[in-house]
């Protein structure tokens, strides 16, 4: 076992199983994803940490715990269709392509899209799908989605929910007084009714529209 493999083993028993992850496919993704592949070389060393890290454009790989209760909290199975707003590193898509059909992912910025399809297309992910665009606007084209995962604070974009099949989850930090956020589920309920969970505080990036608001 190779080093890294070792510290993604830990990184699993000690940030996730013993936090409370309990979902067999995320656990399975978690250790199947290497991390550090997503990671600029000169910050790799802090790859499998119990926190973010930096990836250039001013923007973050999400602390490993975060990708695993949002991809928890989405319920990702086979079978389905995902919707990644916000891919950065593209981390966050390896790891819901492992369990899921495709995932569909929207960057803001270009370095980070191509940034980040290179390391999927490196890594053999051909079933993730990349694009430069504003994610609050979904992917309307790709409609509808099993789950949407956004990696990004703000309030709840419509455009987003619309986007969902009926039952669908959207897992999204909500920004709210204060510069608080919390991270939600919403699950679509009916054509025009949805439902919320409150999944306790989190603390990421703003989301921005293709305006920079």
Request: proline share 7%; net charge negative; aromatic share 6%.
């Amino acid at each position: 076992m190779s080093d890294y493999e070792t510290q993604r083993e830990g990184m699993v028993a000690d940030q996730l199983e013993a936090r409370g992850i309990s979902d067999p496919r995320v656990l399975l993704a978690m250790r199947a994803v290497p991390r550090h592949c997503f990671i600029p070389s000169e910050n790799r060393g802090h790859a499998y940490r119990d926190g973010p890290v930096p990836i250039g454009q001013d923007q973050t790989i999400s602390q490993p715990y975060i990708v695993a209760i949002m991809a928890e909290l989405a319920d990702l199975a086979p079978g389905q269709t995902v919707l990644d707003v916000g891919m950065g590193s593209g981390y966050a898509a390896a790891v819901a392509a492992q369990i899921v059909s495709h995932v569909y992912a929207i960057e803001r910025h270009a370095p980070l899209t191509r940034q980040a399809s290179n390391v999927l297309d490196s890594l053999g992910y051909q079933n993730v799908t990349t694009r430069t665009g504003d994610g609050t606007k979904g992917w309307p084209e790709m409609a509808p989605f099993d789950a949407i995962l956004v990696a990004a604070a703000g309030d709840v974009p419509r455009a987003l929910c619309e986007q969902l099949k009926p039952g669908g989850r959207l897992v999204i930090p909500v920004s709210g007084p204060g510069g608080r956020q919390m991270l939600k589920r919403i699950t679509r309920t009916g054509d025009d009714t949805w439902s919320e969970m409150d999944a306790g505080g989190v603390a990421f990036v703003p989301l921005v529209n293709e305006a920079g608001r």
